[in-house]
């Protein structure tokens, strides 16, 4: 059994290695680029270099880092294996993988928006409204809303009280935040009014409208995505001539 | 870079993984029980002792054995981290599990029927029909079928032309084998039926109909679940008065 200590050293590991991940998206550095050294970043988070090595490890054993022999310590994939359970991050043809992702989505999410409006409680209706207006605020203030939108859409994957569709939604969420994220800055009104239909459906627990509002807010990006993938295609037709 | 015979170590310790791993779930061995020695291993499968060692480290990695010094190897968790991406494992509530999967597998499934019966070689419609005999042979004849029927649903899902989806369901379908297998020997002659009647609708390119099939196929399933389900419930409830 670890030591009381040893569980403080985790921790302390634990949220180093989250400082240090937010150090190298945030620069960001990129595949390939080095770390300082040990002493630089104990002396950067304000802890001991045994720390720093143990933090080291889990970023390593999560695919982030890589320590070369005599060389130092690179970074190896700025996605997490852990947030990339599909396995994504190989996809060469990142513009099919958008249409995949919102073909999927589209199969699922209105089905999800169903059963949320069934089983949401008071107390989440009044949270899924926060959610809405948060990301409605952004948008109309031209902030980076991608995050508020993933957490308004796995919000209502939580109301449908089915654990496997909250992990599932995660993942494709997270996925379209991390490899393809072609619609941001288009499809700022459509996702302001389809998202309030949304949340109103479910809040007077009304499943029919839930299901068509997602499936509209959807099909939105849908038509979106699709403008681009055919764009895409014509211009790779024309290559081949 | 790696030099040749460095890659071939990686290929053969892969090998020895994989036969490691099967040796442990067919025994089975169970968490905690200990593995026999690294000289044993190594005549067991006719390898080096560093092969061996290499093998058991990717075993570790993937939460299956851990080494404990001075000890030896031990089974850690007969399910790989890779394999387990829904970190379904630790729900102790197996029965409301299979009523969640079973309820995304409603909203899912006949929408990627419909899209296999639209997108569906010729070619792929052959290899779907040997699948969807073999199922039915092994349940005449009593056999072990569950991965067979793994791979009917996922053969379905690659015929669909979205990897995401592909993905999504070979991650769900391996969540039925692994966690809950509650409808086994119960669906014998509704599984045929519905298993042929998808078949058919993909074959003919039929989408309606290979929607409404697996809607079918899965409703048998969640009824059966349902049952199962309610029954605990009551039992629950009689215990608690």
Request: some cysteine; hydrophobic content about 40%.
């Amino acid at each position: 059994m670890a030591s009381f200590s040893g569980i403080k050293n985790t921790l302390l590991a634990e949220q180093v290695e989250e400082q240090l991940y937010e150090y190298i998206t945030k620069l960001p550095l990129k595949a390939g680029d080095k770390l300082p050294n040990e002493f630089k970043l104990a002396e950067m988070f304000g802890v001991g270099r045994s720390t720093v090595r143990e933090a080291v490890k889990l970023l390593v054993s999560r695919n982030v880092l890589e320590t070369r022999r005599g060389s130092g310590t690179y970074v190896k994939d700025l996605v997490p294996t852990d947030l990339d359970p599909l396995n994504l991050r190989n996809v060469e043809d990142k513009v099919t993988l958008a249409m995949n992702l919102v073909d999927l989505r589209l199969i699922l999410e209105p089905g999800i928006a169903e059963l949320a409006a069934y089983n949401a409680t008071d107390e989440e209706i009044e949270h899924l409204k926060d959610l809405c207006d948060t990301v409605e605020y952004k948008i109309e203030h031209d902030l980076y809303y991608i995050q508020d939108d993933i957490d308004f859409h796995t919000y209502i994957a939580r109301c449908s009280k089915n654990k496997v569709v909250e992990q599932i939604i995660s993942i494709l969420e997270t996925a379209v935040l991390m490899f393809v994220n072609l619609t941001h800055r288009r499809l700022r009104q459509e996702t302001i009014i389809t998202h309030r239909a949304i949340t109103k459906s479910i809040a007077e627990h009304d499943p029919v409208g839930a299901r068509s509002a997602m499936t509209m807010h959807i099909s939105y990006n849908r038509a979106a995505i699709k403008e681009i993938y055919d764009a895409r295609n014509r211009e790779l037709e024309n290559q081949e001539q």
